[in-house]
């Protein structure tokens, strides 16, 4: 039956190309082609809303698509009538424009996946990208490409780029707490916007508000901001600036990846709260209640500015995210398999929730996706087992397998998806066990006190386990 089904509807588009039933002149925006109205009707809701209602091109049977080529239109019917794949680089975009407006759902997400699996983002197009991206909703590549800008800031401020930005885009990358380029450049691209664009006094001090002036040589703001015309003019900022030179201590920090104050979060359960945090003014302050409440035996993982919570005894495939900078939490996506006793890792920008009581399975998310995915199987029961992430690699220690303690080192390779078993082993078995990783030492705790130091080391993709020392708690 589906082999008579294409068969019918590869026969359609032979006679749409041949014209014989065509009753529709399709004007684009470089020529004109043909088309059968009953087809386009059914293939989108676009076309038969046009097609079925007194609209002019129901009536006169012209159709006019001014921002289609006639190639991507042809394309477009080849694509839903014969269930071929004729995304390029040269046509993607203008297909997924064109289908965004024909509200044709198949053929956008035969873009996006080819725009996942093909597309390399650089410095010259990385900011189309997050713009294109942006607009037509592919959150993953727009993350993707505005991590690109933020890493290499340094670069794009030396283009032209820097002064296309428009004032809402600015201020979404001066609001990022980790970019990695000294201060001073982030004012060198301010002033070069500022410059090119001419805003209002408001704006620039808006602007300003968003830079830590404090991180900023003396010199270079002396030389290159003070006496800049907008600058000077701007009573606002000038007070701005005069505060901080007169209140500024020496400092080797210049950028703001050396300078983010670093709390500790510390993971608990009294049913009201699920975390704690140990301020830099050596405080304590209980992190606002979650959402919902996980229960006990939840595992969590940090990614970025994110901590990332899953599972627990009450509500084994929650999954909820709290952001250490708004402090602020939010329900994230279902996991796809039960996790009670389960550990968790971080290793290229992506979250994994790995075994536990209820499942071997392997689950992985990354911060702009929307849904788990499962990834891989370990094969063998692991609860409260311990983690530590070695380049692309994920290892998992201990833990309870099999109803009993367990010394068995598991490697999960990240790029391949490849779940092995070490040669090596840990010097004790262990039902719980627990650590900190300091690379290549990490330091581990069992439930019955013996505590183990080892060193993990990773020699062209193999990786490699040296005891250095056990010893009791």
Not at 253 to 279: A, I
Not at 315 to 321: A, S
Not at 387 to 394: D, E, K, L, P, Y
Request: charged share 25%; proline share 2%; net charge negative.
């Amino acid at each position: 039956m589906d082999r008579t089904k294409s068969n019918i509807l590869q026969n359609i588009h032979e006679e749409m190309v041949k014209g014989t039933f065509n009753d529709l002149d399709i004007v684009c925006e470089n020529g004109t082609t043909s088309a059968n109205r009953l087809v386009l009707a059914a293939m989108s809701s676009y076309f038969r809303a046009m097609l079925t209602s007194d609209m002019t091109e129901s009536r006169t049977g012209i159709l006019n698509l001014p921002t289609v080529s006639v190639s991507v239109f042809q394309d477009v019917i080849k694509m839903c009538l014969c269930s071929v794949d004729l995304v390029n680089e040269d046509n993607c975009v203008k297909m997924l424009d064109a289908c965004e407006m024909m509200q044709l759902d198949g053929v956008k997400d035969l873009c996006h996946r080819y725009l996942k699996e093909s597309l390399v983002i650089n410095a010259d197009n990385c900011l189309q990208w997050w713009r294109l991206m942006n607009r037509y909703n592919v959150p993953d590549l727009s993350s993707r490409a505005f991590s690109y800008l933020t890493e290499n800031l340094t670069d794009l401020v030396e283009t032209e780029n820097i002064g296309h930005l428009t004032k809402t885009e600015l201020l979404q990358i001066l609001s990022k707490d980790d970019l990695k380029c000294k201060e001073d450049i982030i004012m060198k691209g301010v002033m070069k916007w500022i410059e090119r664009n001419n805003p209002d006094a408001d704006d620039v001090k808006c602007i300003f508000e968003m830079i830590r002036i404090d991180l900023v040589d003396a010199k270079f703001l002396i030389a290159n901001v003070v006496f800049s015309k907008l600058i000077s003019e701007n009573n606002s900022v000038q007070q701005m600036i005069k505060d901080v030179m007169l209140s500024k201590l020496s400092t080797r920090s210049v950028s703001r990846f050396h300078n983010v104050r670093r709390n500790v979060f510390v993971l608990h359960y009294n049913q009201t709260t699920l975390l704690s945090c140990f301020t830099s003014e050596a405080t304590w302050e209980d992190v606002p209640p979650a959402p919902v409440n996980p229960g006990l035996c939840y595992s969590a993982a940090s990614l970025g500015n994110k901590i990332y919570i899953t599972g627990g005894d009450s509500r084994r495939k929650c999954t909820l995210v709290y952001d250490v900078c708004r402090r602020e939490w939010e329900t994230g996506p279902d996991l796809e398999q039960q996790r009670v006793v389960h550990c968790m890792a971080t290793a290229n920008s992506k979250v994994y929730a790995i075994g536990g009581m209820y499942s071997n399975t392997i689950e992985e998310m990354s911060e702009s996706e929307t849904r788990w995915q499962v990834v891989g199987n370990l094969k063998q029961n692991r609860e409260n087992a311990f983690t530590a992430t070695v380049g692309h690699n994920i290892l998992v220690m201990g833990g309870r397998s099999g109803g009993r303690g367990s010394d068995v080192i598991q490697c999960i390779n990240t790029a391949t998806r490849c779940v092995s078993n070490l040669s090596s082993s840990l010097p004790h078995s262990s039902e719980c066990l627990r650590g900190s990783v300091h690379l290549p030492d990490v330091y581990l705790l069992d439930y019955d006190g013996n505590v183990m130091h080892i060193q993990v080391t990773d020699s062209d993709g193999e990786i490699k386990i040296q005891v250095k020392s056990t010893t009791k708690w």
